[in-house]
């Protein structure tokens, strides 16, 4: 697909409606995975673990999808990860035993590994260099709305079936997602001149080739991964360390995810026209400064303001991480480049909340959420330093 015949509505269903849908499945999922294994006597502490199993498999699948993409194609490998996603939530359903649910668990991270990197591959392939932006704030957008979308309708269900309603409602639109990607064409890739013939080099040859841009804005969303996943924890836990009930809670909970989806788009319109630096900086920014500022909320009202910051600060970085991992890689190699890209980004997320957590235990809630925003403060100067100042794109930065 040549940059001048690029119309969105070729891609609208194809790249974006299978990830509203698998934005569903784990939004319908992800709150009652702990819940499923108190069901099945697991202790508080065991059920925290197997929820997060998902994040973990997610993490170490990351350069196993890169070879499993870039060998099968981005289609097939959606319609595999489709396929197993549905294989792993019947193994939950199935289960009577913490251990298989933790394997379903388990799975489930895997094959979102698989599918989030084939899209990303996919949508880097369609989409033109002047709106890649664009394109993968709108994907992170129709993430984060499936996420919104899935726990009303897993309620729903959950209200005549029990917690296994979460489940089939996450198997519903799994099923969808798979059958979408298999009826609908492969669209063929922008030509770029020699990336066919040029040799794919190996993983470790690209991790060592490309570890300047690894080590530098590789490290910024190591960081903003880390305070994203970190801020899901914080709100609540200082929610209820300020005396807010879980109603209260999970309204302004709400009201942040809104702002979240509501300037993706302007996100990505703004790092096409203006250069990726204009969002990744304000993202880095707010997000640290209402986490810093967190501890320092008392009553519901600031502690509002501050949520909604955070919510704005996350919600105009969607898809900054994905738009810099396309930008840096190389054309021979993009899938092996981006399963490191994603491991990375990953490790900051999975790490984000445990450093929360060690440093509430060794010191206090208030220190271990503003160490978290300190975060912040770093990856901002990481970016200001390694990217353009214009509307060059991070390639440049290697």
Same mark, same amino acid.
């Given at each position: 697909?040549?940059?001048?015949?690029?119309?969105?509505?070729?891609?609208?269903?194809?790249?974006?409606?299978?990830?509203?849908?698998?934005?569903?499945?784990?939004?319908a999922?992800?709150?009652?995975?702990?819940?499923?294994?108190?069901?099945? *006597?697991?202790?508080? %502490?065991?059920?925290?673990? !197997? +929820? /997060? @199993?998902?994040?973990? $498999?997610? =993490?170490?699948?990351?350069? &196993?999808?890169?070879?499993?993409?870039?060998?099968?194609?981005?289609?097939?490998?959606?319609i595999?990860?489709?396929?197993?996603?549905?294989?792993?939530?019947?193994?939950?359903?199935?289960?009577?035993?913490p251990?298989?649910?933790?394997?379903?668990?388990?799975?489930m991270?895997?094959?979102?590994?698989?599918?989030?990197?084939?899209?990303?591959?996919?949508?880097?392939?369609?989409?033109?260099?002047?709106?890649?932006?664009?394109?993968?704030?709108?994907?992170?957008?129709?993430?984060?709305?499936?996420?919104?979308?899935?726990?009303?309708?897993?309620?729903?269900?959950?209200?005549?079936? *029990?917690?296994?309603? %979460?489940?089939?409602?996450? !198997? +519903? /639109? @799994?099923?969808?997602? $798979?059958? =979408?990607?298999?009826?609908? &064409?492969?669209?063929?890739?922008?030509?770029?001149?020699?990336?066919?013939?040029?040799?794919?080099?190996?993983m470790?040859?690209?991790?060592?080739?490309?570890?300047?841009?690894?080590?530098?804005?590789?490290?910024?969303?190591?960081?903003?991964?880390?305070?994203?996943?970190?801020?899901?924890?914080?709100?609540?836990?200082?929610?209820?360390?300020?005396?807010?009930?879980?109603?209260?809670?999970?309204?302004?909970?709400?009201?942040?995810?809104?702002?979240?989806?509501?300037?993706?788009?302007?996100?990505?319109?703004?790092?096409?026209?203006?250069?990726?630096?204009?969002?990744?900086?304000?993202?880095?920014?707010?997000?640290?400064?209402?986490?810093? +500022?967190?501890?320092?909320?008392?009553?519901?009202?600031?502690?509002?303001?501050?949520c909604?910051?955070?919510?704005?600060?996350?919600?105009?970085?969607?898809?900054?991480?994905?738009?810099?991992?396309?930008?840096?890689?190389?054309?021979?190699?993009?899938?092996?480049?981006?399963?490191?890209?994603?491991?990375?980004?990953?490790?900051?997320?999975?790490?984000?909340?445990?450093?929360?957590?060690?440093?509430?235990?060794?010191?206090?809630?208030a220190?271990?959420i503003?160490?978290?925003?300190?975060?912040?403060?770093?990856?901002?100067?990481?970016?200001?330093?390694?990217?353009?100042?214009?509307?060059?794109?991070?390639?440049?930065?290697?």
């Amino acid at each position: 697909m040549t940059e001048t015949s690029f119309r969105w509505s070729q891609i609208i269903i194809p790249a974006f409606g299978p990830s509203l849908l698998f934005g569903i499945a784990n939004g319908a999922i992800l709150p009652v995975i702990a819940l499923s294994a108190i069901a099945l *006597g697991a202790s508080h %502490a065991m059920s925290g673990v !197997i +929820a /997060a @199993l998902i994040g973990f $498999g997610s =993490l170490v699948c990351n350069i &196993p999808a890169a070879m499993i993409t870039a060998r099968f194609g981005e289609r097939r490998s959606l319609i595999g990860a489709s396929a197993v996603s549905v294989l792993a939530l019947s193994l939950c359903i199935l289960a009577k035993h913490p251990a298989l649910l933790a394997l379903g668990v388990l799975l489930m991270g895997m094959a979102t590994s698989v599918f989030y990197l084939a899209r990303q591959t996919f949508l880097m392939e369609v989409a033109p260099v002047h709106m890649r932006a664009r394109a993968f704030s709108t994907l992170g957008g129709t993430q984060r709305i499936g996420m919104f979308i899935g726990p009303f309708g897993a309620a729903g269900l959950m209200h005549f079936v *029990g917690l296994d309603g %979460a489940y089939l409602v996450a !198997i +519903a /639109a @799994l099923v969808t997602a $798979g059958a =979408l990607a298999f009826a609908l &064409p492969e669209l063929q890739p922008r030509a770029e001149s020699g990336a066919a013939d040029a040799p794919r080099p190996r993983m470790a040859a690209i991790a060592v080739e490309h570890k300047r841009v690894f080590m530098t804005l590789g490290l910024g969303c190591l960081l903003i991964g880390a305070m994203r996943a970190s801020r899901q924890v914080a709100i609540p836990l200082w929610a209820d360390a300020i005396g807010l009930s879980p109603t209260a809670t999970a309204i302004i909970f709400g009201c942040v995810s809104s702002i979240d989806m509501l300037v993706f788009y302007p996100a990505g319109k703004i790092m096409d026209h203006f250069g990726r630096l204009w969002v990744a900086l304000p993202c880095s920014l707010m997000l640290a400064a209402s986490l810093l +500022a967190l501890p320092l909320t008392a009553t519901m009202a600031p502690f509002v303001a501050v949520c909604l910051l955070m919510g704005l600060g996350n919600g105009i970085g969607s898809g900054i991480v994905m738009t810099l991992g396309a930008d840096a890689a190389p054309a021979n190699a993009r899938t092996e480049f981006l399963g490191i890209w994603r491991l990375i980004a990953d490790m900051g997320t999975s790490a984000g909340p445990f450093v929360l957590a060690g440093l509430t235990a060794l010191i206090s809630l208030a220190a271990g959420i503003a160490a978290t925003g300190a975060f912040g403060l770093v990856s901002a100067y990481i970016f200001w330093r390694a990217m353009p100042h214009g509307t060059q794109h991070a390639h440049t930065a290697d």
